[in-house]
């Protein structure tokens, strides 16, 4: 019931393509679902975040598509970018305070110049 | 304004051997989370501390231990090393009453041989 999945495990796509991560969870009490962005020898960084009664964000290029009943959501990245190649992981969290997160295995982009 | 500080960056240790990680969070942040990442895979909870005590704990063996100070700072305690304990030891910080994501720092890249 912890358990968050993600696919694809990796993902190559053109530059000013639009490639899209799928995430799924079981826990119906997480209530918080950010993404990460992770460099290679850095710590993750918050991409963007969603709460379950939103069923779409945008920010930029990065766009966050939710659906709650069927417990799945998406990062969707817009005209893509070499500087975007990196791994992705999606998160949640479980409503309470003192916020601890289970992350997904990660998806490794690469966009090609 | 710094972000989150993790010392050291690097660290190779024996099997069965002690090792101590520090963590200074975020200015404005009281609320020091640890977690693994082993090669290749998403980020694990280890615990999170707040006002000086351990808050939650995912599911890592006694072995992992930590410590908060009053100034936030956090250290990461792990006894009798094992191979599998090789990892990047990532350490997030927040406020207690945050209700969005965490700031992680870059990491300590612990080797065990």
């Known amino acids: 019931q912890q358990q968050v999945k993600q696919s694809p495990q990796s993902l190559i796509v053109q530059k000013g393509g639009i490639p899209i991560i799928n995430c799924a969870y079981e826990?119906?009490?997480?209530?918080?679902f950010p993404w990460y962005q992770q460099f290679p020898g850095k710590g993750p960084a918050l991409l963007i975040a969603?709460?379950?009664?939103?069923s779409e964000k945008k920010e930029g290029r990065f766009t966050i598509s939710f659906n709650k009943s069927a417990k799945q959501f998406s990062l969707h990245i817009m005209d893509s970018q070499p500087g975007d190649s990196a791994t992705y992981f999606c998160?949640?969290?479980?409503?309470?305070?003192?916020?601890?997160?289970?992350f997904g295995p990660g998806t490794r982009l690469s966009v090609l110049p | 304004d710094a972000g989150v500080t993790q010392s050291p960056t690097h660290l190779i240790k024996t099997r069965g051997q002690q090792v101590t990680l520090r963590c200074s969070p975020k200015?404005?942040?009281?609320?020091v989370s640890w977690y693994q990442q082993a090669l290749g895979q998403g980020p694990q909870f280890i615990f999170q501390?707040?006002?000086?005590?351990?808050?939650q704990r995912g599911n890592f063996p006694d072995r992992f231990s930590g410590h908060q100070f009053p100034n936030y700072s956090s250290e990461l305690n792990v006894n009798a090393l094992l191979l599998g304990d090789s990892a990047l030891y990532l350490c997030?910080?927040?406020?207690?009453?945050?209700?969005?994501?965490?700031?992680f720092g870059s990491g300590t890249r612990l080797t065990v041989v």
């Open positions: 998160a949640a969290r479980e409503d309470n305070y003192g916020q601890n997160f289970v």
């Open positions: 501390y707040y006002e000086e005590e351990e808050r």
């Open positions: 997030a910080s927040s406020p207690w009453d945050s209700r969005s994501g965490y700031t």
């Open positions: 200015s404005g942040h009281d609320t």
């Open positions: 969603i709460r379950p009664d939103v």
């Open positions: 826990n119906t009490a997480f209530d918080y």
